[in-house]
């Protein structure tokens, strides 16, 4: 019997937004997936050992686990995003990743598909591009990215829902966080942040799981000239949620270009809920965290209580 393909996809950057894309579209391929741990400090200290110190945490992160996972597989799966409209780009990491990799680490084969529709390069052209390298039935390809596709919209729509209904239903104090999935859902970023938020009782929303097209069109409430789609996504759903939640956390990592223009923009032009910022860096203890989240929900409560003896 033909041994299967061993991919390896590191858990980090967009891997939480499209895991479900690329894991459904490479095991419709017949590929095997290795999906790297949950960030841990040997990852972290391994990523930062092989970044520019200029690369922000995110990044650093990310090339921990392409480390991790180098020696374990055939190849290794690193797509390319650089926009998605003729006026819109992502930050130069997503669509330089795949040659960071390779000029990183000589010795890995890195897979790849590219998303850049300024430059006529759409997703499905992409993946079909990248599934021929794989296998050459042309139909098996584009059925595998057709089934793929069709389980990531599905998976974005329950997110969506689910958490509106949970905004409606729930009766804790709500803070948004406003920050890339591959922040907040990170083991060591965002996880201890969510952890601690929940142990003070409160219901943390995520500003990942909204619905996409809608919060890119709220984000022109809030700027119109911003490019960046992942930031304008993430300042749609401030957009949108503002209404609904108590108070907003913005988290980011250390350096990251785009967050720090955007959140402070953000946080002068939002001010119907009391928002506060944490930027997160390769030496940050989590006492400090702990201290500012317990005074920031202080904040949000004593506001909270005061309007609601405004409406009584
Ligand atoms: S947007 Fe910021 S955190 Fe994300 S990859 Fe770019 S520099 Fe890093």
Redesign the pocket.
């Known amino acids: 019997m033909k041994n299967k393909i061993k991919v390896g996809i590191p858990r980090g950057?967009l891997y939480f937004k499209y895991n479900v894309l690329w894991t459904s579209f490479l095991e419709e391929m017949g590929c095997e997936i290795m999906i790297s741990p949950e960030s841990n400090k040997q990852i972290l200290e391994k990523g930062a050992q092989h970044s520019i110190d200029e690369s922000?945490l995110?990044?650093k992160i990310y090339i921990g686990h392409v480390d991790w996972l180098r020696d374990k597989v055939d190849y290794l799966f690193v797509p390319s995003i650089a926009s998605y409209s003729k006026n819109t780009q992502t930050?130069s990491?997503?669509y330089a990743m795949p040659d960071i990799v390779r000029n990183t680490f000589r010795d890995i084969k890195v897979i790849t598909y590219k998303l850049d529709i300024a430059n006529g390069k759409n997703e499905r052209d992409g993946f079909i591009k990248f599934g021929m390298s794989i296998n050459n039935n042309l139909l098996k390809v584009i059925n595998a990215y057709k089934k793929a596709k069709k389980k990531q919209l599905e998976y974005e729509k329950d997110q969506h829902i689910n958490q509106d209904k949970l905004l409606e239903h729930t009766s804790k104090l709500k803070i948004l966080i406003v920050s890339?999935p591959?922040?907040i859902h990170d083991k060591i970023i965002g996880y201890p942040i969510k952890e601690y938020l929940n142990k003070l009782d409160v219901e943390v929303i995520y500003a990942d799981k909204v619905n996409k097209p809608k919060s890119i069109e709220a984000s022109r409430n809030i700027s119109t000239d911003l490019y960046?789609t992942?930031n304008q996504e993430i300042i749609g759903a401030l957009d949108l949620y503002k209404s609904k939640v108590d108070g907003a956390i913005f988290l980011?990592?250390f350096p990251?270009?785009?967050?720090s223009l955007v959140n402070d923009l953000c946080i002068r032009k939002v001010k119907e809920i009391p928002c506060a910022y944490i930027l997160i860096d390769e030496l940050q203890g989590e006492a400090g965290i702990q201290t500012r989240l317990e005074s920031f929900v202080d904040i949000v409560l004593t506001k909270k209580i005061k309007n609601c003896k405004k409406t009584d």
């Open positions: 950057l922000c995110s990044a930050c990491k997503f890339h591959y922040n960046w992942y980011t990592t990251c270009g785009p967050d």
